[in-house]
Every structure is written in structure tokens, then in C-alpha cells.
């Protein structure tokens, strides 16, 4: 065959789309970034969703979890700048870990904003979380289904926390974001950031208080071995949770293993919600998780409706600096859909 005839074949060759049905070839593995590690909610819901996209479609996408954001050495406030750069290919992030780069990922840490479960459904369910979506989007990450990772309640080593004047002096570490910082001048703490993988020690050694962090996290983590003696249920923000996929990976697949990896999220992020609630005594749970924080001599302090008003005015300013920078406008949304369940 002359020269320039097999050229002209090849290049009919490479121009020839795959034929229908004709499978894409993927990577051998798609690395997926969680903070923590099982058994706690917020890594359950990375781990599950692996396994049913990995089960579901026979093998050809292979998701393997990598907890504890070992992809990016612990600092799980790296997670998404290391998906832009591809390093980590899908994540479930925390809004908590994510805010300081993507300002509108803060509506979930304006202080007492959220009174209870339903306000935090709403905002996922409804415009807020569609405007988030839309955020995230544009940050090169295909957000595929909304979790929980909890309403975060506070624990200290000297004290029971009732009123604003009982957080004076105490250090009190936090995640990520200038906003806690802020939280806890306010009520006079002196707050420290550090990564989860310092909470422990920093707890066992003194070097801290206290902490915050959801009820299933407290007890998976036996904190109560470390000294956290004093546990106050005031539900002062909800650390939402986004199931994503870089949209370079997301772009790699057919439309229906697309369809196929949204459908996984959304049902994992559903047990992941639901295991996030367990034993709270909210309704459609028993109060277990309550009584084993009491069983294992944690003095536990719920706070009236009254109580927590009083944390929200002290706190006031601190929500007004911050709604600005969330978004003015994302703020009243997400107010006027919490209004509306009244």
C-alpha cells in the first residue's frame, strides 16, 4: 500500500468514534479523600459510596478510600485545592475544611443559625443547596449528593458550659476557619486551630480543653479518656458534607456511569445522614448515644431554647461580620427557608 493511502487509512482510523456500547478504558483506581476513618458517619458515607459504585458496576470503577486525608499529609483544608491539582480525584469534603476557600460553604458556620435537623435539611434540599452546587461547580468540582457530618456540640476537661461567661479562659481547639476563631474570642475562649490528627494528643497532654465536634465523634473517639468530663448539647452549627467528583475524572466517564456514581453518593450520603443522627433522640431515633455519654460519667448539658439565645446575641456581631462574607444574599435564603418551617 502506497505511503500516503495508509496514511489516509490511519487517519480514518483515529477519526472512527467507538462504536456503540464500546467501553471507555478507565483508570485502575480513582483515589477518594475523607477526613476521618471508619467507624465514624462521616467516613462511612466515603467508604459505602465506593462500594456500591465499585460493586454496582462490576469492577470497572474502582474507587479506593484513602482516610484520614492521608492524600494530603492530614490537613484536611488541602483537600480540594489537591483535587484541582489532581491529586485526589473525588472527595466527600467538609464544608468546615472548605469554607476559607469557598466563602459560601460558611452559611453552615453562621452561629446558632440552624435550630434543630429540619433547618439543616431545608438548606441542603432546597435553593441554598442549589446555590452551593452551582459554587462548587465552578470550583472544578461536580457535587453529586449533600451528608452530614453533624451538629457540633462542645466538650472541655474543667467545666460544664451554660451560659456565655462559662467559655472565659478556657482553649478550646478548632478545624478550620477564621470564623471559629472569631466564635470563641467572642465568648472570651482562646480558641487554637489544629488538625484532627493533634486533637488527641493535644487533648491527653492538656495543651488544649476542649474541643468541638459532633456526638458520634466524641464517642468513637473515646474522648472521655481524654479528660473531656463536661459535654454541652448546643447545637451552634452543622458541618455539612459534599460528595464530590473533579470535574477533569467526572468528564472520563459515559453518561450512565456518571448517572451510576450519582446515584451511589445519593444513597450513601443517606445512610451517612442517618447514622449522623442515630441516638441523638431527635424524632425517628432512641436517645442511646445520649445515655452511653452518661454511662461513661460525661456530665452532659443541654441547653433550653432560652440558653441558647443567650450564646446567639453574645454572638450577634460575629454572625453579621460573617453573613457579609458568606453572601448577604445566600444568608437570607437560607433564613427565610429556615422562617418558612415554622
Same mark, same amino acid.
Given at each position: 500500500m502506497p505511503a500516503i493511502t495508509r496514511r489516509a487509512a490511519l487517519g480514518g482510523l483515529l477519526a472512527t468514534p467507538l462504536v456503540a456500547g464500546a467501553q471507555p478504558a478507565y483508570r485502575p483506581e480513582y483515589k477518594v479523600s475523607v477526613v476521618a476513618n471508619r467507624p465514624i458517619p462521616f467516613a462511612e458515607g466515603a467508604f459505602q459510596w465506593a462500594e456500591l459504585v465499585n460493586e454496582r458496576s462490576g469492577g470497572r470503577i474502582n474507587m479506593r478510600v484513602y482516610p484520614q486525608s492521608q492524600l494530603v499529609g492530614g490537613d484536611q483544608t488541602r483537600e480540594l485545592l489537591a483535587m484541582r491539582q489532581g491529586i485526589i480525584d473525588m472527595c466527600v469534603f467538609s464544608t468546615i475544611n472548605i469554607a476559607p476557600q469557598v466563602r459560601e460553604a460558611g452559611i453552615f458556620q453562621l452561629p446558632f443559625l440552624m435550630p434543630d435537623h429540619r433547618a439543616f435539611d431545608a438548606l441542603v434540599n432546597g435553593e441554598v443547596g442549589r446555590d452551593l452546587n452551582a459554587v462548587m461547580d465552578r470550583r472544578d468540582v461536580v457535587p453529586l449528593a449533600w451528608g452530614e457530618n453533624g451538629f457540633r456540640e462542645i466538650s472541655n476537661s474543667r467545666r460544664a458550659i451554660a451560659a456565655p461567661g462559662d467559655l472565659r479562659g478556657l482553649k478550646i481547639r478548632f478545624a478550620a476557619g477564621a470564623i471559629f476563631s472569631d466564635?470563641?474570642?467572642?465568648?472570651?475562649?482562646?480558641?487554637?486551630?489544629?488538625?484532627?490528627?493533634?486533637?488527641?494528643?493535644?487533648?491527653?497532654?492538656?495543651?488544649?480543653?476542649?474541643?468541638?465536634?459532633?456526638?458520634?465523634?466524641?464517642?468513637?473517639?473515646?474522648?472521655?479518656?481524654?479528660?473531656?468530663?463536661?459535654?454541652?448539647?448546643?447545637?451552634?452549627?452543622?458541618?455539612?458534607?459534599?460528595?464530590?467528583?473533579?470535574?477533569?475524572?467526572?468528564?472520563?466517564?459515559?453518561?450512565?456511569?456518571?448517572?451510576?456514581?450519582?446515584?451511589?453518593?445519593?444513597?450513601?450520603?443517606?445512610?451517612?445522614?442517618?447514622?449522623?443522627?442515630?441516638?441523638?433522640?431527635?424524632?425517628?431515633?432512641?436517645?442511646?448515644?445520649?445515655?452511653?455519654?452518661?454511662?461513661?460519667?460525661?456530665?452532659?448539658?443541654?441547653?433550653?431554647?432560652?440558653?441558647?439565645?443567650?450564646?446567639?446575641?453574645?454572638?450577634?456581631?460575629?454572625?453579621?461580620?460573617?453573613?457579609? =462574607?458568606?453572601?448577604?444574599?445566600? =444568608?437570607?435564603?437560607?433564613?427565610?427557608?429556615?422562617?418558612?418551617?415554622?
Open positions: 466564635i470563641y474570642n467572642a465568648l472570651g475562649a482562646n480558641p487554637l486551630q489544629m488538625s484532627f490528627a493533634d486533637l488527641q494528643p493535644a487533648l491527653s497532654t492538656g495543651a488544649v480543653d476542649g474541643q468541638e465536634n459532633p456526638v458520634n465523634l466524641f464517642l468513637a473517639f473515646r474522648m472521655d479518656t481524654l479528660a473531656q468530663r463536661h459535654l454541652t448539647v448546643w447545637n451552634y452549627v452543622n458541618d455539612a458534607l459534599i460528595f464530590g467528583v473533579a470535574k477533569s475524572v467526572m468528564a472520563q466517564f459515559t453518561p450512565q456511569d456518571q448517572e451510576l456514581l450519582r446515584e451511589c453518593a445519593r444513597e450513601a450520603a443517606r445512610r451517612n445522614i442517618a447514622l449522623a443522627r442515630n441516638g441523638l433522640g431527635i424524632p425517628g431515633t432512641d436517645d442511646s448515644a445520649m445515655q452511653e455519654l452518661r454511662r461513661r460519667n460525661v456530665e452532659v448539658t443541654s441547653l433550653t431554647l432560652q440558653q441558647k439565645q443567650a450564646f446567639a446575641q453574645a454572638l450577634r456581631p460575629v454572625y453579621e461580620k460573617w453573613s457579609a =462574607t458568606v453572601g448577604n444574599d445566600l =444568608t437570607r435564603k437560607a433564613e427565610a427557608a429556615i422562617r418558612a418551617l415554622s
